[in-house]
């Protein structure tokens, strides 16, 4: 579908929308607002479900090799030893001698303050953890980390889900979850947070396949955003310099997101070897090699990673989706999101709040309700109630107007990009909107 924005939408703009109806709140705003910290309202926490499910979807059901886990937040201190997060999930941080702020120091260029112009000191590596105390005693006996990613979960699981399910290499374990990082500069709205959450999937395979299938994942990653609505143009993949892969991985490639900000990371791909199995190993004292039978040898499988932010992926979705279209009064505001994305799928709008019609809307809104996540809007002028359904993404509206109840029993349809009108009776509505949402995936996915 051509855009009528051009240019990346700037930050600011999706802001705004997000807080006016109802995507985004900012935690705790009553009291001012806890710092980069941020709450979803009635769409967003639609919007955000929609996300994780596609993900699940793509992930999981559709894919004979993958299976889901949802392990705790909370886990076994020495996981975190182990993993190496103790000692080395840091970043280094510089504080100016002036003003005080902090900084992440791969974040600022020089030595200069960008804030006062003030010297920054020496870096010093900070962890990003959260910490926490378990049980009544505030001692170091007691302390615990609120996970910084949900990956470790799956490995300290590896056995107990190898064994149930009786999987032979290679197989995959999925989850969705919270992960929380007392990041140094948070910001960019719900791109940088200090709770957030992600979708990862830890892949098992033998060592000398995990090139083939680190480039598999790199491919999926992208094929998963294009089919959910992203344009290729926006997407780009990063391999990563030696310099910058996280302390576990032998090979990582971002896949960017083009943000008004610039190209930023919504997922990673890493090549995480038998890291994580082998440190769980000689932790934990627990031989986690896998036996392969047709070799009639035991080894650590190697691990690729394709970890990404549901809450980043549902910004980049909204960044992509928001476009202008100049009109003769008012400029139209929409969200092009996919069908399979957008918080509601079907509006019911009455053409008035007038008893005539009210009946056959509530009718026609629970022959709906059952196959499409729908809405029932009889507030404002019809005009208004479309301009804020195109605002939200809606891709269908149907309206119900004096002729449905008077003389044909149908209804119309409208089309949220092309503003088309369909008129259809109310006996085979269900199926045009599945028809009609069809197409509008086929047009959201590049
Ligand atoms: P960055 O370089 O942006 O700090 P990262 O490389 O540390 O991110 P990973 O550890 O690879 O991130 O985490 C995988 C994914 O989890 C990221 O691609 C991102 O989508 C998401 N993620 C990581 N940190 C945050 C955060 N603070 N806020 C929101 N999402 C995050």
Not at 269 to 281: E, P, V
Not at 374 to 402: A, K, N
Request: contains cysteine; charged residues 30%; hydrophobic residues 35%.
């Amino acid at each position: 579908m051509p855009r009528a924005l051009t240019k990346p939408v700037e930050l600011e703009t999706i802001v705004s929308l997000a807080k006016r109806r109802g995507f985004v709140f900012q935690s705790s705003e009553i009291y001012g607002g806890l710092g980069s910290v941020w709450d979803y309202g009635p769409l967003g926490v639609e919007m955000k479900r929609n996300v994780k499910d596609a993900w699940w979807r793509a992930m999981v059901r559709e894919r004979d090799d993958i299976v889901g886990l949802d392990a705790a937040i909370l886990m076994d201190p020495r996981v975190w030893v182990a993993s190496g997060h103790v000692a080395g999930f840091t970043d280094p941080l510089v504080e100016c001698d002036k003003c005080h702020r902090r900084y992440r120091a791969d974040h600022v260029h020089g030595k200069v303050c960008p804030e006062c112009g003030g010297t920054l000191g020496e870096p010093r590596q900070f962890n990003l953890m959260f910490k926490t105390f378990m049980g009544p005693v505030e001692d170091d006996a007691a302390r615990i980390y609120l996970r910084p990613e949900t990956a470790q979960g799956i490995f300290v699981n590896y056995e107990n889900v190898q064994g149930t399910t009786r999987r032979k290499l290679p197989f995959g374990i999925a989850q969705i979850g919270k992960s929380f990082r007392n990041e140094i500069t948070p910001g960019n709205f719900i791109f940088r947070t200090r709770e957030f959450e992600q979708m990862e999937m830890e892949y098992f395979c033998q060592p000398d396949q995990a090139d083939t299938w680190f480039e598999h994942w790199i491919d999926f990653s992208l094929g998963f955003f294009k089919r959910f609505g992203i344009r290729a143009d926006n997407l780009r993949t990063r391999v990563h310099a030696d310099n910058e892969r996280p302390h576990y991985a032998r090979a990582a490639a971002d896949v960017e997101y083009r943000f008004s900000f610039g190209w930023s990371e919504l997922e990673t791909i890493n090549n995480r070897t038998d890291y994580d199995l082998a440190n769980h190993s000689k932790h934990s004292g627990k031989d986690l090699q896998y036996f392969d039978e047709e070799k009639k040898e035991k080894y650590l499988p190697y691990v690729i990673e394709p970890a990404m932010g549901a809450d980043r992926t549902m910004l980049a979705m909204l960044a992509d989706a928001y476009d202008e279209e100049p009109g003769e009064k008012e400029s139209r505001v929409l969200l092009r999101l996919h069908p399979d994305i957008a918080p509601i799928a079907v509006a019911i709008l009455p053409l008035s709040r007038n008893d005539r019609l009210l009946p056959t809307a509530r009718r026609v809104h629970e022959l709906v309700r059952p196959n499409f996540n729908s809405q029932f809007d009889d507030t404002q002028s019809i005009g208004r109630r479309y301009r804020r359904q195109d605002e939200i993404g809606t891709p269908l509206c149907v309206t119900v107007d004096f002729d449905t109840v008077e003389k044909d029993q149908a209804v119309t349809i409208r089309d949220r990009d092309t503003m088309e009108q369909v008129r259809v009776p109310i006996e085979g509505l269900v199926a045009a909107l599945r028809d009609r949402l069809d197409e509008i995936r086929r047009r959201s996915a590049s």
